[in-house]
Every structure is written in structure tokens, then in C-alpha cells.
């Protein structure tokens, strides 16, 4: 469905409030889309969202917000440190993609402190919990114009 924003989480985001609540929080994945759904309508922007566990997944996903999403706001979780491929296909995108993380992921593990995503996102935001991800629609609904 063509929406103004899509929301992209990778692999285990699924997991979100069911473990690891002290690096991750105890909010859900439902709650991101709710918090997000509620400052797009702000703005009067339509979102969508997605997750998947799936590189390739992610990946076909990027490729058809190509034509679908003038806007991604994309949690890459571990595949941040890992995918030149994803990082490639958000390259091909041409619209505004913010990268998010939930935990400040430069305090943590060394191998966590490289994001390939990094490198071509427009904005990146990190070890704010969930509401990492609201503050991205908000700078998004600035960049597409919009007002509250
Ligand atoms: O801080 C973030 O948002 C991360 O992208 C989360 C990824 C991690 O690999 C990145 O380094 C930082 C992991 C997501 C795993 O999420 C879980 C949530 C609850 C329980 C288990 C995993």
C-alpha cells in the first residue's frame, strides 16, 4: 500500500518488551506503531509498517518503496553492523530515510558501533527507547512540509 512513511524494523524487533527489557524496554512493537500512527496523523501523513527477520525480505521491501513511500524511518537491528546489501538498496532510495536504535549503540559492544546503515541514511537517531522512532516522523513530517 503506498503511504507517505514506511516503518522498517529487522530482525528480532519482533522480540520488542518480551525480552531484554534492560537494553530494550518494555514496550512493544505495537506500541512503536501506535506512537508512530499517532504523530503521522499530527501531520496528516499516512505510514505504514513492516518487520521481518529476513535480509532479502528487508531488501525487496526498500526496493518497492521506491515507488510506493515518499519517506523510511528503518530500525536495521543487527543487520546495521553486517548488510552492505541493505545499505546498498537505502542507498537507491531517494526519498529521506532515518536510521534508529533503541539502545545508544555506542555504548555498548565495539562491533555494534559500526552502522553500514549509517553511511547512507539522512539522520541518525539512537539510545532514546522507542521514542527514537516518533521523533523521526516528526523530523520527516518537517522535511515533506508538513505542519502540526
Ligand atoms: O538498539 C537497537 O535498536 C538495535 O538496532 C537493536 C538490535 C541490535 O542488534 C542493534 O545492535 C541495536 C537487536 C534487536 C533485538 O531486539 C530484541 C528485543 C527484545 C528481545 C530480544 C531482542
Known amino acids: 500500500m503506498a503511504t507517505d512513511i514506511l516503518v522498517l524494523n529487522g530482525p528480532n524487533l519482533n522480540l520488542l518488551g518480551k525480552r531484554q527489557p534492560e537494553i530494550y524496554g518494555h514496550a512493544t512493537l505495537s506500541d512503536v506503531e ?4 499517532s504523530v503521522a496523523r499530527e501531520y496528516g501523513l499516512s505510514i505504514s509498517f513492516c518487520q521481518s527477520n529476513a535480509e532479502h525480505q528487508l ?5 518497492a518503496a521506491r515507488e510506493q513511500h ?4 528503518i530500525n536495521p537491528g543487527g543487520y546495521s553492523h553486517t548488510s552492505i546489501a541493505l ?3 537505502l542507498a537507491a532510495f531517494e526519498g529521506p530515510v532515518i536510521e534508529v536504535h533503541i539502545s545508544n549503540i555506542h555504548r555498548r559492544e565495539s562491533f555494534r558501533q559500526l552502522s553500514y546503515v549509517s553511511k547512507v541514511a539522512s539522520g541518525v537517531i539512537c539510545g532514546l527507547g522507542i521514542h527514537g522512532y516518533n521523533l523521526a516522523v516528526h523530523h520527516l513530517a518537517a522535511q515533506l512540509g508538513r505542519q502540526a
Open 70 to 73: 515518499r519517506a523510511i524511518v
Open 59 to 63: 531488501i525487496d521491501w526498500i526496493h
Open 87 to 89: 545499505m546498498d538498496a
Open 34 to 37: 501506535r506512537g508512530c500512527t
